[in-house]
């Protein structure tokens, strides 16, 4: 049935697209205005045509307005490529810190170790708990949600509120 929509119109030799000429021109200017480069404007389409296809062999039902559809689809992911854009720009940040950072004396290190340790120890048992499993155990905030049996956005708050702690606690003893 979604095929059967998307192709009203359309000769047989597009049969098999979802997307007609003009729902592509449309993606591929909501791409373009949502910041996509040129260059990746058609994995974009490709995505649509993706999602278009997945969803009719999910069995769901046509959208009611595919070029609509495919529009919403294609600015989530312009705002998806944008937030690629900046993790991978942090993590290049991160990398390049850690490169040119001098490698701080086995004392340094040990008295931050124990301040941090102190500060932790000075936590709520709840706060303690997060911040060890996401720093010291590196899990993702949905992992430890889940082990946890709590929302994800209670991790986040006593994670914000655990962070900040500590920070006051190494500031206020002049460790940092």
């Known amino acids: ?25 449309r993606v591929r ?10 260059a990746d404007l058609l994995d974009g389409v490709q995505q649509v045509r993706l ?14 307005d595919v070029s609509a559809w495919a529009a919403v689809v ?21 990398l390049a810190a850690l490169r040119q950072s001098e490698h701080p004396s086995g004392e340094d290190t040990s008295v931050l170790s124990l301040a941090v340790a102190q500060g932790l120890d000075g936590l ?3 706060q303690r708990q997060v911040v060890v499993l996401r720093f010291y ?17 209670t991790v986040k708050s006593r994670l914000h509120s655990a962070v900040r702690a500590l920070r006051a606690r190494l500031h206020e003893d002049e460790v940092v």
């Open 1 to 25: 049935m979604l095929l059967g929509r998307a192709r009203r119109g359309r000769g047989k030799d597009v049969a098999d697209d979802p997307l007609d000429a003009a729902q592509e021109r």
């Open 29 to 38: 200017a909501v791409l373009a205005l949502g910041g996509v480069p040129q």
């Open 51 to 64: 999602r278009l296809l997945e969803r009719a062999a999910n069995g769901q039902e046509a959208p009611r």
């Open 74 to 94: 294609a600015s989530n992911l312009a705002m998806d490529w944008h937030r690629a854009k900046r993790r991978q720009e942090r993590l290049g940040e991160r």
């Open 124 to 126: 709520p048992d709840a």
């Open 137 to 153: 155990a590196d899990l993702p905030v949905r992992d430890i949600a889940e082990q946890l049996g709590v929302p994800e956005g």
